[in-house]
């Protein structure tokens, strides 16, 4: 699926690719409307209903992303609330498997993620992934989320990487869309990026279930 010798930059995403995202979907499907239905005396289905069309206001946008956000609207701090679980963050099968082996290849690696830097922080310490990469980029430190064109543009300027020879793994389709679009040549999507939940049906890009099945060989 991947010609390794055509490939001089690996970026990652993070959530739903080399985390399990089980964590953020119990997280914000779950947890987040729990805390609230307290905090204002509601039901926990009454809390889904007024929270569903203010989540649904910021998709595509970089709050969307954003803990400092969620905070100030929600009036929770979102970060206590994580670090509180996260115990339940974990890796996807493989994927540090997957890392070590493209740190052996001798590849670039970069992780590039929408994660804001609280939540960021907490799952590379939660994990020690960090070591494995390059460089870590936030969209946050760009001003646009990975779905904008001016992310892309902005990253190629920071990471000098070579359209043709950059593989970018995301479970993200809109992302993935974004980069395809800016011209980035291989491009990988997860389709089981939550474990709990079967793999999705992926028609506009190759997909792995897990990233042995990519993994560079020694």
């Not at 569903?52 to 206590?80: H, M, N, T």
């Not at 989320?145 to 990487?161: G, M, N």
């Not at 869309?177 to 890009?205: C, K």
């Amino acid at each position: 699926m991947i010609n390794w010798s055509k490939i001089d930059t690996v970026l990652l995403d993070m959530d739903g690719t080399l985390l399990d995202l089980r964590f953020d979907n119990y997280f914000w499907q779950t947890a987040v409307p729990e805390y609230f239905a307290r905090k204002q005396g509601l039901s926990f289905e009454q809390a889904v209903e007024q929270l569903r069309p203010i989540f649904k206001a910021q998709e595509g946008l970089l709050s969307w992303y954003c803990l400092d956000y969620w905070s100030k609207e929600l009036e929770i701090d979102i970060v206590k609330l994580k670090r509180g679980m996260c115990e339940q963050i974990k890796e996807l099968p493989h994927t540090r498997e997957f890392l070590q082996a493209v740190r052996l290849s001798g590849k670039r690696c970069v992780l590039v993620t929408n994660a804001h830097a609280d939540s960021l922080l907490l799952k590379m310490q939660k994990t020690g992934l960090v070591g494995f990469f390059d460089a870590i980029v936030s969209s946050h430190d760009l001003g646009y989320p990975k779905e904008h064109q001016d992310f892309w543009r902005r990253l190629i300027k920071l990471e000098a990487f070579d359209k043709a020879t950059t593989l970018l793994v995301d479970d993200s389709l809109s992302v993935l869309t974004a980069a395809a679009e800016f011209g980035i040549q291989h491009l990988i999507a997860v389709d089981q990026p939550d474990s709990t939940q079967p793999p999705r049906m992926i028609q506009n890009f190759a997909a792995v279930k897990d990233l042995r099945q990519i993994k560079p060989s020694s």
